[in-house]
């Protein structure tokens, strides 16, 4: 389910400028909520203004769609402290931050050194790791002065 939700949200808000970072599913036998973490395609700081466009609009068609049984609520954030990195700019925007990887069997916190095409390096205290972006999980773990 999760992943035609994760279609649902792209279908809809990637028109609209907003790149998808994250859809889940909480408390899914109990009082559910979907979580749907976006950025912009443009790289701007997410808004107030922003998350309600976004919201207005996927709840419309996920009314339409009804993937989610019974009532559920629907919330949307920004990437915020722990943001997620998918895709190689999104490590490209935070090199010289600590990045929490798993995958490729590993796992670590170490700063992000570059990026490569879908390569990215990081420095394990001194020694350089190269792993695909697309073989592990990462999310921020140390939140950037100002916005990248």
């Not at 309600?52 to 989610?68: C, F, G, H, K, N």
């Not at 009532?71 to 010289?96: C, D, I, N, Q, T």
């Not at 990081?122 to 790791?129: A, I, M, T, V, W």
């Amino acid at each position: 389910m999760s992943s035609n939700l994760e279609h649902i949200a792209h279908e809809v808000l990637s028109p609209l400028g907003f790149e998808v970072l994250e859809v889940h599913l909480q408390n899914p036998g109990k009082r559910p909520t979907l979580l749907v973490r976006i950025d912009r395609l443009d790289e701007q700081p997410v808004t107030v203004e922003d998350l309600q466009t976004a919201s207005d609009v996927l709840s419309l068609e996920l009314d339409r769609l009804d993937p989610i049984q019974g009532e559920y609520r629907l919330e949307l954030e920004s990437p915020g402290a722990k943001r997620p990195l998918r895709r190689p700019r999104h490590f490209e925007r935070m090199v010289g931050l600590k990045a929490k990887v798993r995958g490729g069997g590993h796992s670590f916190t170490a700063p992000i050194l570059g990026v490569e095409g879908e390569e990215v390096t990081f420095d394990l205290n001194g020694e350089h790791l190269t792993l695909r972006a697309s073989d592990i999980q990462a999310n921020l773990a140390e939140f950037p002065p100002s916005h990248r």
